[in-house]
């Protein structure tokens, strides 16, 4: 079984706090996480009515997107799901899907903010995929968007 994930609104629903936690995990120095959530803080909106800017807001989560920094700033974000991911593919709860005889099996790809997720249709599997988006979401302020995700089924399940 294959299954597209998509995040809805993925760079605008990113908490602060979430962000700032990840880089401290990560080992990034105090300075250098100040200064990047600096950046990120700091970033402030307005709606344009007859093309002159009127009511600035401040938000109070998410990356800008087009900001060189946002990509990596996401990328180090979502590596927490892929760490949840992992350790339920250690504790044999998920079971990826092997390609060939003797290769190691792919439990799930993410590039940006795309999600691949590879394992068995059975119940276990789909429930530990269920848990760890729900930590994630949890944790992140990240939301699956159902109407833009997709279950691919081999010809092989009944």
């Known amino acids: 079984m294959g299954l597209k994930i998509d ?6 629903r990113l908490e602060w706090c979430f962000l700032e936690k990840v880089l401290r ?15 990120v803080t700091t970033a402030s909106f307005s709606i344009l009515i007859n093309g002159s800017p009127f009511s600035f807001f401040k938000p109070n989560r998410g990356v800008r997107q087009g900001d060189p920094l946002s990509p990596f ?3 180090l974000a979502t590596e927490v799901l892929a ?3 992992e350790r339920e593919v250690s504790n044999n709860k998920i079971i990826g899907y092997k390609l060939a005889p003797g290769l190691m099996p792919i439990s799930h790809l993410q590039f940006a903010d795309d999600l691949f997720l590879f394992t068995q ?3 276990e599997n789909i429930e530990s995929i269920k848990a760890c988006l ?4 949890r ?4 939301k699956v968007n159902l109407l833009k995700s997709v279950i691919i ?6």
């Open 7 to 12: 995040m809805e609104k993925a760079y605008d």
């Open 73 to 75: 700033l996401f990328v």
């Open 25 to 39: 995990a990560f080992g990034f120095p105090s300075i250098w996480i100040q200064w990047v959530m600096q950046c």
């Open 139 to 142: 944790w992140s302020g990240h």
């Open 121 to 123: 249709a059975n119940e």
């Open 134 to 137: 729900e930590t994630f979401a």
């Open 83 to 85: 760490r949840l991911i």
């Open 153 to 158: 089924f081999s010809k092989n399940v009944l």
